[in-house]
T-cell receptor, first 116, second 112 residues
Framework: GAGVSQSPRYKVAKRGQDVALRCDPI?????LFWYQQALGQGPEFLTY????????KSGLPSDRFFAERPEGSVSTLKIQRTQQEDSAVYLC??????????????FGEGSWLTVV | GNSVTQMEGPVTLSEEAFLTINCTYT??????LFWYVQYPGEGLQLLLKATKADDKGSNKGFEATYRKETTSFHLEKGSVQVSDSAVYFCALWKSSGDKLTFGTGTRLAVRP
């Protein structure tokens, strides 16, 4: 597609429920990033893929968070046993290569998760 | 580690006023620096960037100069419009970390 697409746009989950958030990056983009943005805060890095390889998962807050990109395109962020502190906007981004000075990183509109 | 500090908002200005949003960073070496903008109901968009010291990034009337001596990348615009109302994020990229590090964002509201 023309941009990074995320679904669902809005999700309300009951505490303890599992959720899965999907990201369709820009076609052909090698790098894919997940960020978490709490209300009134800047995005915080969660994890980074280069093709299907997860090169950095240092930002995942706990072992309840899991991300995959099995075929090097679509990615899913899964949160198990959701808790109220997981309520945030989850942003997906992609770039042609590593981003930074060489390539622009494009962000999706985000998936708004509310845990009640 | 790497970090970005930007001025707290909200910043409220009248149309055609001069805008400055301060941003300073902490990082070793030579990061690339960015300003992203988030309009209401939309995703983050790259506004401008600078990849080395003394570079000036510019777009849509906005400018920012990479100042290594003061570790700053302040965003400026000479005459703001109502349509500039948004949240602005300063960010840095270090290739060794392969990720963007963001500030907390500054909300700008422009009155007609």
């Amino acid at each position: 597609g023309a941009g990074v697409s995320q679904s669902p746009r809005y999700k309300v989950a009951k505490r303890g429920q599992d959720v899965a958030l999907r990201c369709d990056p820009i076609s052909g983009h090698v790098s894919l990033f997940w960020y978490q943005q709490a209300l009134g805060q800047g995005p915080e890095f969660l994890t980074y893929f280069q093709n299907e390889a997860q090169l950095d998962k240092s930002g995942l807050p706990s072992d309840r968070f899991f991300a995959e990109r099995p075929e090097g395109s679509v990615s899913t962020l899964k949160i198990q046993r959701t808790q109220q502190e997981d309520s945030a906007v989850y942003l997906c981004a992609s770039s042609a290569t590593g981003g930074g000075s060489g390539n622009t990183i494009y962000f999706g509109e985000g998936s708004w998760l509310t845990v009640v | 580690g790497n970090s970005v500090t930007q001025m707290e908002g909200p910043v409220t200005l009248s149309e055609e006023a001069f805008l400055t949003i301060n941003c300073t960073y902490t990082a070793t070496g030579y990061p690339s620096l960015f300003w992203y903008v988030q309009y209401p109901g939309e995703g983050l968009q790259l506004l401008l960037k600078a990849t080395k010291a003394d570079d000036k990034g510019s777009n849509k009337g906005f400018e920012a100069t990479y100042r290594k001596e003061t570790t700053s990348f302040h965003l400026e615009k000479g005459s703001v419009q109502v349509s500039d109302s948004a949240v602005y994020f300063c960010a840095l990229w270090k290739s060794s970390g392969d990720k963007l590090t963001f500030g907390t964002g500054t909300r700008l509201a422009v009155r007609p």
